[in-house]
């Protein structure tokens, strides 16, 4: 069997994906260095925020519970679907300081929005909100699945 000689160096098509993986780490670095720093420009209550959430299964129902400070019962919309929840709200805030030679005033607006899946399918219909001191809490029922089967005697 003949043996062909091995070519010096690197293969070619090596040092063309070095170059590629390469150039890729420098564009992931690039646009996160870039996204940082224009979001570290807005003021932090501008900046888009996830409100916190958690999902608890108690057996019959989930419970969501979301943290929404600073939002208004009335600028709070929620819906409800059968496999997520989704949760809009607008954020108001004004601050208002006044001296005999000082006025100083502040507003704050901005959109929150989250869409949280569920592990189970929910009965929307039956599903109940409640809302108090910043917290959204919502007690939402499993849909119960029809039968999956049952044991029939036969005659």
């Known amino acids: 069997m003949r043996r ?26 690039w ?34 519970s979301v943290e929404l400070p600073g939002v208004e019962k009335s600028d709070l919309e929620v819906k409800v679907y059968p496999t997520y929840v989704s949760i809009n709200a607008e954020k108001r805030q004004q601050n208002e300081v006044k001296a005999d030679s000082y006025y100083h005033s502040e507003c704050y607006y901005g959109s929150i929005s989250r869409n949280i899946p569920l592990p189970v399918e929910v009965d929307s219909a039956q599903a109940k909100a409640e809302f108090k001191n910043g917290v959204l809490k919502l007690d939402l029922p499993k849909k119960h699945q029809g039968d999956i089967g049952r044991k029939i005697d036969i005659e």
Not at 5 to 27: N, Q, S, V
Not at 32 to 60: H, I, N, Y
């Open 4 to 29: 062909l000689p091995k070519p010096f160096g690197e293969h070619p098509l090596r040092i063309w994906k070095a170059g590629i993986d390469k150039l890729y780490e420098d564009m992931d670095r």
């Open 31 to 64: 646009f996160e260095e870039a996204t940082k720093s224009a979001f570290s420009l807005l003021p932090a209550d501008w900046q888009m925020k996830t409100p916190r959430a958690e999902v608890c299964d108690t057996g019959e129902n989930l419970v969501v």
